[in-house]
């Protein structure tokens, strides 16, 4: 953090200020292999936090983790017609390894549909053997043309679920189920709030019947697709011959979904939520949730300081607010460094809490506690300290997905429009706008190419206006669907 | 588990033991892709209790975790001599992507000494930036020749951890401190014991100063590496430019360390613990600690067993082992199967114990309860399980890592040996032979090459014999060192 320029602000240059505060607040950094980060530990913490606390909800939803190999032979990914062209333009091959050519080239697995699938058909005999719920944390590669930290990585990190069933319907609930935990997810724990819906035919993904997901406003209006859930038919049951003993005595093609998250979510959290100082973590996901600062002019100041300051994060740590589950404290004991720099280094950081305590404080037996996110100070008793910590994280927590909430529906229109107005606003801040669409793909591409916004999905009735559009926004024809239409990442 | 026929016992064939008792206990299956295995749920359920108190001990000892490109450049792979010659021959090389031909070739990752290193050498200008402690958690490839599941696979999962220092003894600290803690791991939790000690030169790793390994004896009395930590002095940070202000004001190299354990080591689980039954886990790596079998011949049983199951479950799972740590309990309610069945599938699968629960059992307020490793039985009260079952698993936890040890021991030589005799035995039923060597490379080649025993390392003070060799086992000159000579995986 030696570089203490003022960040760029939102303002000035959303794209400029996200990729400094990214940098700055030493999330991520760039690497020597084009395309590819570094994940550095600040942002490291956070992905892991986001690990654990989806995982504990896979599991509770019946999946089980399992590892399936980095490489595809090639002549596995064009087994599903629409699937191999969706992602060959793509890939990265292995053509060599140990010293030799390969006969059949590996790819670097982009998804790994074909592949689990290929096994999902040497296990599955039986409808006893389904369903078959399966989860894998991994990375994947795909060579994009323009990248950006987190948003947009040749390589990123994610997890892919992957399971079958033995009829259409239970595959519909299941990927309708995932999604809903996204959402849950995507909520309670990054407080971004999003929309569910489903994507037209242009943006449904390479072999799915159908596919989900959940969009969210980051706050230069875009739109930023945070997760997507697929119902694949039995599309690769047939490519992979997944096919299974029905109860009845006949057999069958297995039905499968595939639904992910991806680091993407890293980038969604900071463009949700950071400001002109720096990222701004949700309590629930920050690695640590309170900063103390000490603050002193002398060796023995320092001592007294920091003597009571280890005494609170004991009894912090040790303070029990939900079970098994500490509050996560750090001391900034740096000497050398003034207080100030301290603060700010911090708030880039995004820290949710900052104690600061001197020795004024400690004989009025209280600190000075400041939030990241309204950066509101107040002094607090060290008396009640755990509770007033824990309830002012959970308010943020709280405060945090309000604020992201309204902020949404401020840019969001759901009254009629013109087109023409429609073209001043995407070439403006932009918004997210619910309009009618006829449902001809042309109309589609006619307006992503003139004003560059996309429908980002047919919303779910929870989120559709009170009275739908009649008319589609570009052609003027008979609305079949309300779509919502913005510009995206 | 539809195949029923017997195991191959240890002793007919220990190497088709290891392979039907892997793909039985559904530990892991053969994939698609030459080398590269898929690893089940419940092999990954073995792996991810690894991980997560590997990853705990990694933090407590002030590590943290980040993420590094999958690919490495092939010109950072050339600038550290030694490294290049020992990874070059094995590595898988991506030639293409998006389309095209790349300029520079890309590596996938054997290992990431270059790649790290060279985003150390940004990130630390001072002695202030040290020590920088980071670990990683990923997937690498080596291009191997021959494959056995867990123990040798082209892409397997590991962590590796890559430190830098201000001092040679500070690196040296952390790499003898790594060392200790997988010790720790292998015996507290695998309870798999350890030798620990130092490579000789012929099996350095490529690029460090000395490397020091933990072996284990598997029960064909082959060593098997379990994990290495590594001093790399100054080679990578010259390589890679990594260098700092001192506290004195000049500038310096960094020191570096690098350790890792992988996947491998539930290969050692395995051959450490399994039984002509199926594996056996240790319980402080059992996703399942106590599976319920319910015995019942008609409807009217099953109900009633059932439910008392649930009851009993309910009350393990919410019985306070440990602080925070509940027991882990599945109910084997599948119908249709009869118990003698479940029991033979679940001690393939190796859960530590079994409660086999009947009709009359309950009407005498009690269960059976079945240890795995020594498959002893005995009724048990209902009124004590939660304390009669925590003993007993901490018990076989012990018992385990006692038995393990005993074996090695009793499969250990230290005193005087010829080198007739030492041919005869490693022709024979193997063994750990601690013996004299005159430090010379052309001895230790020589009796590979004769007996196909290697030099596993020269094991620490607490390993050797009370009286110290004074010949070498092979040309009879003066010993400089005792060593460790086994086969090996």
Redesign the interface.
């Known amino acids: 953090m030696?570089d203490d320029k003022k960040l760029t602000t939102r303002k000035a240059d959303f794209s400029a200020w996200y990729n400094e505060v990214v940098l700055r607040s030493e999330l991520a950094?760039y690497?020597?292999?084009r395309g590819?980060?570094?994940?550095?530990?600040n942002g490291?913490?956070i992905?892991?936090r986001m690990q654990r606390t989806l995982d504990d909800m896979f599991k509770a939803t019946g999946h089980?983790?399992?590892?399936?190999?980095?490489?595809?032979?090639e002549s596995?990914l064009r087994k599903e017609a629409e699937h191999v062209e969706g992602f060959?333009?793509?890939?990265?091959?292995?053509?060599?390894?140990?010293?030799k050519k390969l006969e059949e080239a590996?790819i670097?697995r982009p998804t790994s549909e074909t592949?689990i699938y290929?096994?999902f058909a040497?296990?599955v005999?039986s409808y006893r053997d389904l369903p078959l719920l399966?989860n894998q944390w991994?990375?994947v590669?795909r060579?994009e043309?323009r990248t950006r930290l987190f948003l947009r990585t040749t390589?990123f990190?994610w997890q892919e679920g992957h399971t079958a069933h033995a009829t259409h319907d239970e595959a519909e609930v299941e990927a309708r189920k995932m999604l809903g935990v996204y959402r849950d997810f995507m909520e309670g724990y990054i407080a971004m709030p999003v929309i569910t819906g489903q994507k037209t035919d242009a943006e449904r993904f390479a072999g799915a019947l159908r596919t989900y997901c959940v969009e969210a406003m980051m706050q230069d209006n875009k739109a930023l697709q945070a997760g997507t859930s697929h119902n694949l038919g039995q599309n690769f049951a047939k490519a992979f011959d997944l096919k299974f003993q029905t109860e009845a005595g006949g057999t069958d093609y297995a039905w499968n979904t595939s639904w992910g998250v991806t680091t993407r979510m890293v980038g969604g959290l900071v463009m949700t939520h950071g400001d002109d100082n720096g990222i701004v973590v949700p309590p629930l996901l920050a690695p640590i949730e309170l900063v103390i600062v000490p603050i002193y002019r002398n060796d023995e100041e320092r001592t007294n300081v920091l003597e009571a300051a280890n005494r609170i994060a004991g009894l912090l740590g040790a303070w029990d607010r939900r079970?098994?589950s500490r509050l996560r404290v750090h001391i900034d004991a740096r000497d050398g460094m003034k207080p100030g720099a301290k603060y700010y280094e911090w708030e880039m950081r995004g820290i949710p809490l900052r104690l600061e305590l001197g020795p004024r404080d400690l004989a009025a037996n209280q600190g000075v506690l400041v939030r990241r996110d309204t950066r509101a100070k107040r002094p607090v008793s060290l008396n009640t300290l755990g509770e007033d910590v824990a309830e002012t994280l959970s308010a943020m927590q709280r405060d945090m997905l309000a604020a992201a909430l309204d902020r949404r529906e401020a840019n969001s229109i759901r009254t009629a429009i013109t087109y023409d107005r429609f073209r001043e606003i995407m070439a403006g801040d932009g918004a997210f706008v619910y309009a009618g669409w006829c449902g001809d793909p042309a109309c589609e591409a006619a307006v992503k190419e003139e004003t560059k916004a996309t429908i980002r999905c047919i919303p779910d009735e929870e989120f559709r206006s009170a009275e739908a559009p009649t008319t589609c926004l570009r052609c003027g024809g008979v609305s079949t669907n309300e779509a919502l239409w913005a510009k995206a990442y």
């Open positions: 030696a950094d690497s020597p292999v590819c980060m570094v994940i550095r530990p490291y913490g992905w892991e089980q983790n399992a590892y399936f190999p980095l490489f595809i032979p596995f060959a333009p793509e890939v990265a091959v292995v053509t060599h390894a140990g010293g590996l670097v592949i290929s096994m040497k296990w005999q399966i991994a990375n590669v060579w043309m390589e990190l079970e098994s």
